[in-house]
């Protein structure tokens, strides 16, 4: 945020040395905020020109100007900009500015390497500053503390394991088989987001025939980004911000700036915090008598006496989730960051340690972080800034989500009747004689872990080329790496019940990759600004390149003999890897135009790029934006400001890697090598998909700048979709990948900013927004498919059809009543029918801080409201009959009807309903959701208490997840088995269970 | 506005650097498949070493399908069952004969063989481009007879199983697939392949360009030359023969390959060509027998003819064990099948074990056939007792009287000697018209299947339901 302002004032003060005038004289003065304290850094200038100073560390200033009455103009970061006179004769000026609560005045990235006050924006970006996103509650990641703040972003956790795992969708779907996940920029440095497979698979066996899948509970790397590092986040969602982007966009862009330093005595900001996560929610278990457990086969006549009296009732019942989720798992985190400088000189550093443990045993994030950035003015005409952000975390995330082995926690679990317990006696744990495992031993003596080291460094240089009365040029040079290694360490003992292959027991995997991302862009802006003050047009042009290079590898050891846990040590090992890299360049030009004093404002730029991932390397693809914005000239009573704005734009989706070649797999035949047909062509002529948006909207400031309503409408156009067209089997091949097809989006979003009562014993902000989105796909040159990613109609998948979203849900409904002709198989008269939309029709975000007194609450509701969610995890219950539900109600013989809700009806009755030929889709359940996701009481220590050091000092009560009202029958409506893909969300497999956190905590400010 | 020159002048230095700096970061951006090989490398510039490796991937082509079609012929024969509670299709689909061509139980042994004649079809002209320092002219005859060889192979196995394929593939994967053409065809076009292949094996000198697997090396006859190969080549069209029932013709390629009545243990009867499997690292396991799920026929230990100590035929103690029984929808068993598992016919065992190919066993029994129907009957005799004392241990028998009585033993005898290892039950009743007696066995309702449905993926390629033949 500083830098961006930098920029702007770079570009419209530059601070040489004036030309001196003839008759001059100085006023001096000092700049203070609304309550008293010192404005460091604050730009005093001469109105109206580009003239100016800036205020030292105790917020005085000196600066010539005309004899005569001058008039100057005085803006400074978070405060309102201000016009003050000073007479003829006075030489001295106190400048009171008041804080800028709505962010009028933010700044906002709007292309590479240009800034414009959000005043002025013509198109809809959300920002979300450092006090939004962890101010409330601590989050583990970036995109978990994003949840419910963002118009516009539909942000789901994939699982309720430690450590992340999260998808960002903005503006709805926007590819069905292409990268869908936005572009992050941390400090103008494109950092990586993959998620790399740890190869659970190898146990789990989830995805039967590879060692690494997306089922393997991946966490995309955003996740290792330090939230209390960030100073904000601003999130351009459509085509028409975005499009500076390019080919990478079509998903939206994520643009973080990371905290700076500021001029002044060093200044410590110290937070202490420690609390306890536990489940949040729990499913439940049947009780059985033992006639029952007979029945269900579970036990025999003979048996039944280990577990039950002899009057039928069991001996003792478990709570096996708590026994294997039971734990209150303490969390601690300690931050310390100190920003000083001199006006020529600004420092940031922080440090972070995070110990979060997990609510099973075995599970946790740990997470350490250390953060440098220096702001550098070099011989006041250009300015340097370089950060380096080193991060290190651990994750610990045990066997869940979908399995074949039994090895999931939740899965073994629903297959255990409750008079069992896991819990170990004398040190043993019992064999669990109802299912492969015994998961309280596999969490104990097995290991998952995923451990990354992550450096990103960025170096940014800002130069004043030329600066010659109205006009200024520029030179923005940006250089960045982003590398991180992941290793994941996987051991299952030979010796627990979970024994992937009774031939081969023992499994270790050592896997993961390391990844480098290198990026650097050159630009030049040219702002031109006449005396007249009749218009400002800032030019810019730049070119930018990337190259990105992911190394996979993973070793498999089966059979282990030693007990170190290294796959080194095994009869059977297997050994994979490969490599995907990607290289872009390219260019853009801009212009930007201000006029009629900033009430109209129009934009116009053009981006092409080329990629390696496209056929044709060599190609360029341009992307074009054209926007206006124009604010009316007059208020009317409430009405503050109107502006009206309009946008369009284009962006794209390159192919990922791979998708372009037609290539010949390779393998070997005891040791020699040969090559195979793959059976994958690329088309000769594969390029990005593209995503064509037209936003328009309006921005009212309410109520004497006490309330900003953004209003945005959208209609995107996604074509050249990237597609897998079936080839003939007998041709040799199976699929050609090629760009064809067409989605539309349409959407509405609403942000409401406002301070009701803002008065020095009580004040409320508030913060709410709306989002809405429709897709649907227009087009398609291949026959309807299945996007993959799904467990089969019986129980709900996803379909990709025209006339349907690509979220849609299509599942069983019963059965034709004819046969179809040529039908002779046994499924081939089950009707297949969309049952609803997956994705939420709208959500609403409430986030509200009440301050009253030394006392604030603050609190985050999130509102989804529809979507479904595919319920396997009740299936297992259901076939295991140990669903608390599953006896049929006293009184009731036969299977009650069918009308839609599966919770309405018993487990007996849901399995019947499910099976032939009835054939209903009765795990389909509603995904609507209120959660309170955050909740905080600070309290701000008086400073007479305080010692002469601190300036200020808070405790803070806060608590995450605290409750989720909603009516789906599984752990959380918030939950993707597959991880993070383009369709095939929402369905619940035996997830990792929610947990909700609480903390207490110390933030010093010295 | 006045802009000094001065000003000018370095704004086009700044210019001119900028524009250096923007052409300067123009680099190439290609970047080349890292983990695979284009096939355009092979297609336009190939040499010695991806045409060796491009040979030998036939070879892997050959043994991907091999487990799967051995277990799911063997289900439709009646040889096994896979009893798998979360699999049921393996008995609804399979057993019931209501194959659906869009599930794993239809979609298969298409897109690998013809996947292996397109691969054929590249090598072929590659072998032609490869420069000439690389591959003497003997050298470049071995690989086109193998390739040939190959894609008769393969044209067979697909022209055995199916009613409807095509008999060629074209160059161009992304035109109109090659029209659809009936077995009899196929098993036309995949004859003129195998003999394709014999002109350049014999000119193929004395030895190939890339290591064959142990499949082809293991027993004293090698196949692993040129002149070994042939034999290879023989036996498979001798196979072809024996499938048109063109008896006349199997004799006489049966001569030219390793048939031998001369020893008579075991490894003379298993002499032969194998498919290589392995749990190593980029390899192909062998999925045969080793799970828990996979049960043998019932009445294959019933059916067993006793030996004159009164145990039970050789071949059937030597293939299965009896264990826990087994139960799913209806259908039981005890028996599971240990000539993978445990007791391999060489090497090593469970998922490293090989799949036979052609073995000299079946080619005694296959002569056996073709003597019998065309009037030696002593001849066929002496090669029907021969595998039926050396390799069952049971007694000779007499001469039947009727044809149908020679079919009866006949086929008692290659139920047991190439007991699921091959599909020949299924074959073999198909052969002589009686996949009738497979009705309502095991249950009521269930039948077999006279071909193998077209995959559903190949008729959507060609436009859907009645788009083409078999479709």
Avoid at chain 2, 161 to 178: R, S
Avoid at chain 2, 369 to 376: I, M, P, Q, S, V
Avoid at chain 2, 436 to 452: E, F, M, V
Wanted: hydrophobic share 35%; net charge neutral.
């Amino acid at each position: 945020m500083k830098r961006m302002l930098w920029v702007l004032l770079a570009l419209a003060l530059p601070f040489g040395a004036s030309a001196a005038a003839a008759q001059q004289r100085e006023v001096s003065g000092t700049v203070t905020g609304a309550n008293g304290e010192a404005v460091a850094g604050a730009a005093v200038s001469i109105a109206g020109t580009t003239r100016g100073v800036r205020t030292d560390g105790q917020g005085r200033f000196t600066i010539p100007v005309p004899a005569g009455d001058a008039r100057l103009h005085v803006t400074a970061l978070s405060y309102r900009g201000k016009d003050v006179a000073v007479p003829a004769g006075q030489n001295s000026v106190a400048v009171r500015l008041d804080t800028d609560v709505l962010g009028l005045e933010t700044v906002v990235v709007t292309g590479q390497a240009t800034t414009v006050r959000r005043e002025n924006l013509a198109h809809d970006v959300a920002v979300v500053s450092n006090r939004q996103l962890v101010g409330n509650a601590p989050a583990q990641t970036l995109d978990i503390a994003l949840q419910g703040k963002v118009a516009g972003a539909t942000i789901r956790t994939n699982s309720g394991a430690p450590g992340g795992g999260t998808q960002i969708r903005l503006r709805g779907p926007t590819t069905i088989t292409g990268n869908a996940t936005p572009l992050y920029v941390v400090d103008g440095v494109i950092i990586s987001d993959v998620g790399i497979a740890g190869g659970q698979n190898s146990v789990s066996a989830a995805a039967r025939g590879t060692n690494a899948s997306n089922q393997d509970v991946v966490v995309n790397r955003i996740a290792d980004i330090n939230p209390n590092d960030i100073e904000n986040v601003e999130i351009l969602k459509g085509a028409s911000a975005a499009s500076i982007y390019g080919s990478r966009a079509a998903a939206g862009v994520v643009v973080i700036t990371t905290r700076r330093g500021r001029a002044g005595a060093p200044r410590f900001a110290f937070s202490q915090r420690v609390g306890y996560a536990e489940l949040s929610n729990e499913l439940g278990s049947r009780t059985w008598t033992a006639d029952e457990a007979i029945a269900s086969g579970y036990v025999t006549a003979g048996t039944a006496g280990t577990y039950f009296n002899a009057d039928g009732s069991p001996k003792a019942t478990y709570d096996l989730e708590r026994q294997v989720f039971g734990r209150k798992a303490p969390q601690r985190e300690t931050t310390l960051g100190v920003s000083g400088g001199t006006e020529n000189t600004q420092y940031y550093v922080s440090g972070l340690i995070q110990d979060d443990q997990g609510i099973a045993p075995n599970t946790g994030y740990l997470k350490q972080s250390l953060n440098l950035s220096l702001n550098q003015t070099l011989w006041s005409r250009a300015r340097l800034s370089a950060s380096t952000n080193v991060l290190h975390s651990t994750a610990a995330r045990g066997v869940t989500g979908n399995d074949n082995t039994s090895a999931s926690y939740v899965s073994a679990i629903s297959f255990t009747p409750n008079f069992f317990s896991y819990q170990p006696v004398n040190g043993i744990y019992p064999r669990n004689p109802f299912t492969d495992s015994n998961p309280l031993e596999t969490a104990v003596r097995s290991r998952n872990d995923e451990d990354v080291w992550r450096m990103i460094g960025s170096l940014n240089l800002n130069v004043d080329l030329l600066n010659r009365g109205p006009s200024a040029l520029r030179l923005v040079a940006t250089g960045g790496a982003d590398y991180f290694n992941q290793q994941n360490r996987l051991y299952y003992p030979p010796d627990i019940q979970l024994q992937p292959n009774a031939a081969t027991p023992g499994t270790a995997v050592t896997g993961g990759g390391n990844n480098l991302n290198l990026n650097s862009n050159l630009n030049l802006v040219h702002s031109f600004k006449p005396q007249s003050g009749a218009f400002s047009a800032t030019t810019s042009g730049g070119v930018q390149y990337e190259d990105r290079d992911l190394n996979l590898s993973q070793v498999t050891g089966r059979f282990l003999l030693g007990s170190l846990g290294l796959p080194y040590q095994s009869a059977v090992q297997v050994v994979a890897g490969s490599r995907s890299r990607t290289r872009d360049f390219g260019g853009y030009v801009q212009e930007e135009l201000l006029l009629f004093g900033d009430l109209l404002s129009v934009t116009g730029s053009v981006r092409g790029d080329r990629s390696s991932n496209n056929a044709d390397a060599g190609k360029f693809y341009y992307y074009p934006k054209a926007a206006a914005a124009f604010t009316l000239p007059n208020s009317y009573s409430v009405l503050d400001q109107l502006k009206l704005r309009l946008a369009y734009g284009a962006s794209g989706n390159e192919p990922t890697f791979g998708v372009r070649f037609t290539p010949l797999s390779v393998a070997n035949i005891e040791g020699y090598p040969n090559l195979a047909i793959n059976g994958g062509i690329g088309a000769p002529d594969l390029r990005p998909e593209r995503v064509t948006e037209i936003e328009g909207g309006f921005d009212a400031t309410l109520f004497g700048s006490r309330a900003q309503l953004g209003v945005t409408m959208y209609r995107r156009n996604i074509t050249h979709l990237l597609l897998g067209r079936v080839l003939a089997p007998s041709t040799g091949y199976t699929v050609e990948t090629f760009n064809g097809g067409a989605m539309r989006s349409t959407g509405q979003e609403l942000s409401l900013q406002a301070s009701p009562v803002s008065h020095r014993l009580f004040t409320w902000n508030s913060n709410t927004t709306f989002t809405r989105n429709r897709t649907k796909v227009t087009n398609l040159p291949v026959p309807e498919f299945s996007p993959g990613n799904s467990f089969g109609n019986s129980f709900g998948g996803y379909r990709i059809a025209v006339g349907y979203s690509p979220t849609t849900v299509f599942a069983q409904d019963g059965r034709e009543v004819n046969i179809p002709a040529g039908c002779t198989g046994t499924i081939c008269n089950v009707k297949v029918v969309p049952i609803g939309e997956s994705e939420p029709s709208f959500q609403m975000g409430f986030q509200n801080d009440v301050k009253v007194g030394r006392f604030t609450l603050g609190s985050l509701f999130d509102w989804s409201h529809g979507g479904l969610v595919i319920n396997l995890t009740r299936n297992y219950y259901d076939s295991a009959e140990t669903a608390p539900d599953f006896l049929m109600p006293a009184g009731v013989t036969t299977p009650r009807p069918w009308t839609g809700c599966g919770s309405c009806l018993s487990g007996q009755e849901r399995l019947y309903w499910f099976s032939a030929p009835q054939n209903k889709a009765v795990y389909i359940e509603d995904a609507s959701f209120v959660k309170l996701r955050e909740l905080s009481l600070s309290y701000d220590v008086p400073t007479s208490v305080l010692g002469r050091r601190v300036s200020s000092a808070q405790l803070q009560l806060s608590a995450r997840n605290l409750h989720s009202w909603d009516n789906y029958s599984g752990y959380d409506p918030e939950v993707s088995n597959f991880g993070n893909v383009a369709a095939g969300r929402n369905q619940d497999v035996t997830p990792f269970p929610p947990s909700r956190t609480f903390w207490l905590g110390l933030n010093l400010v010295f | 506005m006045h802009i000094s020159s001065k000003t000018r002048r370095r704004a086009a230095c700044l210019s001119v650097l900028a524009a250096a700096l923007g052409a300067g970061a123009c680099k190439d951006t290609v970047v080349p498949d890292y983990n695979r090989v284009p096939i355009p490398e092979l297609a336009n510039s190939p040499n010695r070493t991806l045409v060796d490796a491009a040979a030998a991937g036939l070879l892997h082509n050959a043994r991907r399908d091999a487990p799967n079609r051995v277990r799911v012929i063997g289900i439709v024969g009646r040889e096994a069952y896979i009893l798998d509670a979360n699999e049921p299709r393996n008995v609804t689909e399979l057993v019931t004969g209501n194959i659906d061509p869009s599930s794993f139980t239809g979609n298969h042994d298409y897109n690998n063989p013809y996947g292996t004649l397109a691969q054929g079809q590249l090598l072929l002209a590659a072998i032609d481009k490869v420069p000439d320092v690389e591959y003497t002219t003997a050298q470049r005859e071995a690989l086109r007879g193998f390739t040939y060889t190959m894609m008769g192979n393969d044209l067979l196995i697909i022209a055995y199983m199916h009613q409807y394929g095509p008999t060629e593939v074209n160059a161009d994967p992304l035109a109109p697939p090659a029209p659809m053409k009936t077995q009899a065809e196929m098993y036309a076009r995949a004859a003129v392949l195998l003999d394709s292949g014999v002109a350049h094996l014999k000119a193929g000198g004395s030895s190939f360009t890339f290591t064959f697997p142990t499949g082809f090396t293991n027993y004293p006859t090698k196949f692993n030359t040129p002149l070994g190969f042939l034999k290879f080549n023989r036996a498979i069209r001798a196979r072809l023969d024996l499938l048109r029932k063109d008896y006349a013709a199997e004799k006489i390629h049966l001569d030219s390959t390793w048939i031998s009545t001369a020893a008579t243990t075991r490894d003379a009867l298993n002499t032969g060509v194998y498919y290589n499997f392995s749990t190593n690292s980029g390899e192909l396991p062998n999925t045969l027998g080793t799970g828990s799920t996979e049960v043998a026929e019932p009445t294959l230990r019933t059916d067993a003819q006793l030996k004159s100590d009164g145990s039970r035929d050789n071949r059937y103690t030597l293939k299965i064990d009896s264990g826990a029984a087994r139960t799913q929808l209806g259908i039981t068993s005890r028996l599971r099948f240990q000539h993978y598992k445990t007791r391999p016919f060489f090497g090593n065992t469970n998922q490293n074990s090989p799949i036979p190919w052609v073995r000299n066993e079946q080619m005694i029994l296959d002569r056996a056939e073709a003597r019998w129907f065309t009037g030696d009957q002593p001849g066929a005799m002496a090669d029907l007792n021969f595998v039926r004392t050396n390799s069952g241990g049971l007694d000779p028998i007499a001469t039947p009287a009727t044809g149908a009585a020679f079919i009866t033993a006949l086929l008692y005898e290659r139920r047991y000697s190439l007991m699921y290892e091959g599909g020949w039950r299924w074959l073999d009743l198909r052969r002589f018209n009686l996949l009738g007696t497979l009705d309502n066995y095991p249950r009521a309702g269930d039948k077999s299947i006279t071909y193998w449905p077209v995959p559903f993926t190949e008729c959507l390629a060609r436009g859907g339901a009645g788009s083409a033949p078999g479709c």
